[in-house]
């Protein structure tokens, strides 16, 4: 079959790879009829996430048709099944998944003791992701075995378009757990840093949930037309001052809850903590740049709530936490627990609350997968999502 595999910094292929057979019995093996370009398949493609190997297999976002299914996995899934892949891979059955922290399923990992060593204790196995978490291959490919298949799906009932659930797998759910994590109230003013493609899901869903006002920032103006679209205050850090123009709004306050949809890759270069995070990631001093986070623990309302959904994959430095701990901050953050929302998120597109197709700027065949890698992560063409069809 053909697959995006990743080669090293910047160099990702159009190549020929195994097929995918079922190796354990809860295994399904799904088709793929349309995946994406997620901001975090950029943190791979250039290399500041650790325990990725030549020949890595891309994509975590993804959905198709169940073409195979192993024995344990039948009493849910058949053949024809139309599913939603979601990215994180869950067991249904360890202490974690029953509580619904899917995330941090304790058993999905296989490379469990290489992230017991490095986090403490394991997270979940990721589809496309680095071998920290697991390794498994991702779905930017023709087909895709999804272990414990029998769990890690979503199945999507007929009259839906694959543009309109297919974020289910990924972006939709973070940004609504960016959102809900923040335990948002009618007189919330939320601000979120990052209009890519889960800032702009993270603006409709804190608007869904009856914040007062979002505030959206970024300096890229299509992605800024695209959350004012949505409802959001728009703020370019390029030509005026965050904090002032935050203060602003709320009356000098501060906004109660703040939202990272950027992550390790800050873009602010004028100011000096961002220059200084360059300077100490070029030297590989530092793995990630923070000034998105030293922004909202400055700028948010005492007693606030900061979450983080934006990806960070190592070191930080220079973070002020005795202004985070005496504001009386809340730190809310992790990858996204897909399953524990997509049943209430599947129904909010059925009955026409948000249709999340309003996000993709490109599509294209698998083939032109490497191109638009380049075009995505330098913004070219006002691209903001892209949705691969193999």
């Not at 079959?1 to 019995?25: C, F, N, S």
Request: with cysteine.
């Amino acid at each position: 079959m053909k697959a995006l595999v990743w080669h090293g910094t910047a160099d990702v292929r159009y190549d020929t790879v195994p097929d995918p057979e079922i190796e354990q019995p809860r295994d399904a093996i799904v088709k793929v009829t349309s995946c994406a370009i997620c901001g975090s398949d950029l943190h791979l493609y250039d290399h500041f996430m650790p325990g990725m190997e030549k020949g890595d297999i891309l994509g975590h976002e993804f959905m198709g048709e169940v073409v195979d299914v192993g024995a344990e996995a039948k009493s849910a899934l058949k053949v024809g099944d139309r599913v939603v892949v979601p990215f994180t891979i869950w067991c249904g059955e360890c202490d974690q998944c029953r509580r619904g922290n899917y995330s941090v399923c304790e058993r999905s990992n296989r490379n469990k003791a290489m992230a017991d060593k490095l986090f403490g204790h394991t997270t979940a196995g990721l589809f496309g992701y680095t071998h920290l978490t697991g390794g498994y291959p991702g779905g930017q490919a023709e087909y895709v075995r999804v272990p414990f298949a029998d769990r890690t799906h979503v199945k999507i009932p007929d009259g839906l378009t694959d543009e309109q659930v297919l974020f289910l797998g990924d972006i939709f759910p973070t940004g609504w757990q960016a959102a809900a994590q923040c335990d948002i109230q009618p007189t919330d003013t939320v601000a979120i840093w990052g209009c890519g493609p889960v800032g702009q899901m993270t603006i409709r869903s804190a608007i869904l949930l009856g914040a007062k006002q979002v505030i959206a920032i970024d300096r890229v103006p299509e992605r800024l037309s695209m959350a004012k679209a949505g409802g959001a205050i728009t703020i370019n850090f390029e030509e005026e001052s965050v904090v002032e123009r935050l203060n602003e709004l709320t009356g000098g306050k501060g906004p109660e809850k703040c939202i990272d949809a950027v992550g390790m890759e800050a873009h602010a270069t004028a100011t000096l903590d961002s220059m200084y995070d360059r300077a100490k990631q070029a030297l590989a001093l530092e793995s990630d740049r923070a000034h998105v986070l030293r922004e909202m623990m400055y700028v948010c309302r005492p007693a606030g709530t900061l979450s983080i959904p934006g990806v960070y994959g190592g070191l930080i430095d220079k973070v002020p936490f005795g202004m985070s701990m005496n504001k009386g901050l809340t730190w809310r953050m992790g990858q996204t627990h897909v399953n524990r929302w997509t049943d209430d998120l599947l129904r909010r597109i059925q009955e026409g609350q948000i249709d999340p197709s309003f996000v993709i700027t490109h599509t294209v065949g698998l083939a032109d997968g490497p191109g638009m890698y380049e075009t995505f992560r330098d913004k070219r063409d006002g691209c903001i999502k892209v949705v691969l069809k193999p």
